[in-house]
């Protein structure tokens, strides 16, 4: 949390970050979209899904930077709820291909996955260099943490698809990816409630007089 720290929530260096991790994560959704069309992929739409709504955060924390914090604490609010409903659509999608099939391709779920990777790699990076992050940069570390997470899942999934031919592995991770970002969401709405408490010097929990 951050505390009494007085953070300069306006500042050149959040502005250029969040813009930066901002266009990044649409031309990473773009990415996954385009490849995972291709690919026949939940696990790669799932990621593009996660990119898009993690940019729309992004846009979000940008016009958040310069507002009150209890306008930030909405902001990261909706992001969390965001990633609740789209974790539960692409548990929908896996069922749906599970049940009418799919025919993903491995070599291209790696591919794709492992530049994603990189790129998500770097967004991690300059937002853990940042110090006394808000309740919205916090949300952005965990998108990008989260994010480079499943990567790493989707490229284990192209191995067994090869390997084996089947289609499971993909959904596997996809399924995988939407429990991670549930994870995230929750992790979200809580940071959101301590904040609540942090600013007003109360502890979670504690009964009031």
Known sequence: MSGGHEVDVGSPEKRKTLWVVLWLN???AIGFFAVGYF???NALLANGLDNSSDAIVYALS???LTRSRTWKRGAARFSGIMLLIFSAGVIFDAYR?????SDPGGMLMMAMAFVAGLVNLYCLRLLQKMENKDVNMRAATTFSFNDFISNG???IAGIVVLITGANWPDLVVGIAVACI?????VQILRDTHMDVHDEAGTVHGEKRN
């Open 26 to 28: 649409v031309a990473i």
């Open 39 to 41: 690919a026949d992929s």
């Open 62 to 64: 940008l016009l958040a």
């Open 97 to 101: 291909r599970f049940v009418e099939g």
């Open 153 to 155: 899942g989707i490229i």
């Open 181 to 185: 970002a549930l994870y995230g969401g």
